[in-house]
């Protein structure tokens, strides 16, 4: 079946402007997870969602950043008045329970770059 | 951050041989997991082992993992130019998964 995708694949933005990086999950997989990896760097944790609710946004960098799962399928992640510190890749994962240990899928990245 | 650190960095064999990368980690974990990232398929899980694991094997791969030290090991025998790519451990705790720096493995003909 499909895996995770992740929308776009690359974006490009200009210091100060919003952007919104889109994340669809392996269906019926309850857990949702982004994470942020700067070049050289392992991914490192942003936000966690068990359905729709959001339970652990501890690793947002700051205000500027912003994650939602309306409807406990489909996921964005916003990023605010864009800094050239936030120039990454963009990882989504899934997974069927991620309070239960299952294994994390993760999706192809979106490469986020800020001029 | 970063849970831990990887050793080495890099690391270049030859098709064959075998590799053997280290991570350490900080904190108190329920498993650890294995994954392998390259520029073709994304991060991909591999293996996974439990805290009162010490020893697990999947193909050609062998992990090892003390508590006592904090640490992890994961061996890839006879190494084909197919396993080029970053590997990474990554700590599991409740929900959140914490991976370390990387080692960047390049297998050569």
């Known amino acids: 079946g499909a895996g995770v995708s992740q929308s776009p694949r690359y974006k490009v933005a200009k210091r100060g402007q919003d952007v919104a990086l889109r994340c669809d999950p392996i269906?019926?997989?309850?857990?949702l997870f982004w994470y942020q990896q700067a070049l050289g760097q392992g991914p490192e944790f942003l936000t966690y969602f068990q359905n729709e609710a959001q339970l652990d946004k501890s690793g947002l960098p700051s205000d500027r950043f912003f994650a939602e799962r309306p409807e406990g399928s489909v996921s964005t992640l916003k990023i605010q008045r864009t800094q050239q510190e936030d120039s990454a890749v963009y990882l989504c994962?899934?997974?069927?329970?991620?309070?239960?240990?299952?294994?994390?899928?993760f999706g192809p990245g979106t490469r986020l770059t800020v001029t | 951050s970063q849970q831990g650190e990887e050793d080495p960095q890099a690391l270049s064999i030859q098709e064959g041989e075998n590799a053997t990368m280290n991570c350490s980690y900080k904190?108190?974990?329920?498993?650890l997991q294995w994954y392998r990232q390259n520029s073709g398929r994304g991060l991909v899980h591999l293996i996974l082992i439990r805290s009162n694991e010490r020893e697990k094997h999947s193909g050609r791969l062998r992990v090892t993992l003390d508590t006592s030290k904090k640490s992890s090991s994961l061996l890839i025998t006879a190494s084909r130019a197919a396993d080029t790519a970053s590997y990474f451990c990554a700590t599991r705790l409740g929900s959140k998964l914490t991976f370390g720096t990387g080692t960047r493995l390049q297998v050569t003909l």
């Open positions: 904190t108190s974990i329920n498993n």
């Open positions: 269906s019926g997989h309850v857990s």
């Open positions: 994962a899934s997974s069927l329970d991620g309070l239960a240990g299952y294994e994390q899928y």
